[in-house]
C-alpha cells in the first residue's frame, strides 16, 4: 500500500492543529477528540512521512524543519479540499472556528470596533481572538497559522504579503488642554526641544516614526518618555508638561489639543495583511471584503 493510500483528512487537521498549538491536549481539544487519538493520528502521520514531525518541549512539541515545510503544503490541501466539498457560495452565518487578527494599539482602536461589529453580526458562529502586534515573531505566527490576518503599517509588513490599503492617516502635534504650550503656535525648532511622548510598541526605546521628518529640517526631538501603546499617552500627557505627535483618528475622542505646525509630517498607509498561503481561503476572502468598504 503506498503512503498515499494510508493518509486521510483527519490526519491532515491534526497535523494542522499541532502545528498551531504545539501541543496534544490544546489540538484535541480544538479538534474536539481525546488526547490519545490525537497521539494515534501523530503516529500514523510519522509512519507515513518517516519523520518525527514533532519533538517534545517542556509544555508541548516543537515542529521539525520538515513538518514546518510540510505544513505549507497541509493548508493549501485543507483550503482546497474545503471548496471541493462546498456545494453553495461561502455562507457568513454558517462560519466557525477561529479567525485572529494581529493588530497595531492603534488599529485596535480605529480599525477594528466596525470590523468587529459586522463579524459579529454577520458571523455569529465565528470566534475571534485579537492579539497585539508583534513586529518581530509576526512571519513565524502567520506563517504557523497561529494569525490569519495583521492590520498595521508597511514597514511592518514582509514584502511577499498580500497586502489592503485601507487608508492614508498622518500624526498631528497634541497636547494636554492645561500644559503650557496649549493655545501657543511655537515653531517647529521650539517643538522639537519641547519635552516629548512617544509611543514604541514593536519596540522600547526613543526613536519615533516621525524622527527622520523632524531631521529633514535639520532638528532632533527631545523625547523623554517612550510608552508602549498609544492609547496611554493622553494620559501621561495630562500629568506632564509634554507634546506627542499621535495619529489623527487616534484622537477624536482624547481630551487633548492640536498644537499647529508651519509644516506637517508625511502621511502614511494604514494596511491590512496576510500571508499568501491564506489567499484563497473563503473565510479569509470574506473578512478581507469587510475591510475594502471600511
Known amino acids: 500500500m503506498g503512503r498515499l493510500d494510508r493518509l486521510d483528512i483527519k490526519q491532515l487537521r491534526v497535523f494542522q492543529a499541532l502545528i498551531r498549538e504545539e501541543n496534544a491536549s490544546k489540538a484535541a481539544s480544538q479538534l474536539g477528540l481525546t488526547q490519545q487519538a490525537v497521539s494515534e493520528h501523530l503516529k500514523k502521520l510519522r509512519d ?9 518541549k517542556t509544555n508541548g512539541f516543537v515542529p521539525t524543519p520538515f513538518a514546518q ?3 505549507i503544503k497541509v493548508d493549501k490541501l485543507l483550503i482546497d479540499f474545503s471548496a471541493l466539498m462546498a456545494t453553495s457560495r461561502f455562507s457568513p452565518e454558517k462560519a466557525k ?3 485572529v487578527i494581529s493588530a497595531t494599539d492603534y ?12 463579524l459579529r453580526l454577520q458571523a455569529p458562529k465565528l470566534k475571534l481572538i485579537v492579539r497585539d502586534f508583534e513586529i518581530d515573531t509576526l512571519h513565524d505566527l502567520m506563517e504557523g497559522g497561529k494569525v490569519n490576518l495583521a492590520i498595521a503599517f508597511p514597514d511592518y509588513i ?41 509611543a514604541s510598541p514593536s519596540r522600547p526605546n526613543f526613536k519615533g516614526s516621525i524622527d527622520d521628518w523632524f531631521s529633514q529640517f535639520g532638528l532632533k526631538r527631545n523625547v523623554v518618555i517612550s510608552a508602549p501603546c498609544f492609547s496611554i499617552v493622553p494620559m501621561y500627557l495630562e500629568t506632564t508638561d509634554s507634546i506627542a505627535f499621535l495619529p489623527s483618528r487616534a484622537i477624536e475622542s482624547l481630551d487633548v489639543v492640536t498644537i499647529p505646525l508651519d509644516h506637517s509630517p508625511d502621511s502614511f498607509d494604514v494596511i491590512a495583511a496576510w500571508h499568501p ?9 470574506w473578512v478581507v471584503s469587510l475591510l475594502e468598504v471600511e
Open 48 to 56: 507515513v512521512f518517516d519523520d518525527r514531525l514533532f519533538v517534545r
Open 69 to 71: 515545510e510540510l505544513s
Open 97 to 99: 472556528g477561529t479567525f
Open 107 to 118: 488599529a485596535q482602536q480605529v480599525v477594528l470596533p466596525p470590523l468587529i461589529a459586522k
Open 158 to 198: 514582509p514584502q511577499s504579503y498580500r497586502v489592503l490599503k485601507l487608508f492614508e492617516e498622518h500624526h498631528v502635534c497634541v497636547t494636554s488642554p492645561r500644559s503650557s504650550i496649549s493655545g501657543k503656535k511655537p515653531s517647529l525648532a521650539e517643538v522639537a526641544e519641547y519635552p516629548t511622548i512617544i
Open 277 to 285: 498561503r491564506y489567499h484563497d481561503d473563503p473565510l479569509q476572502q
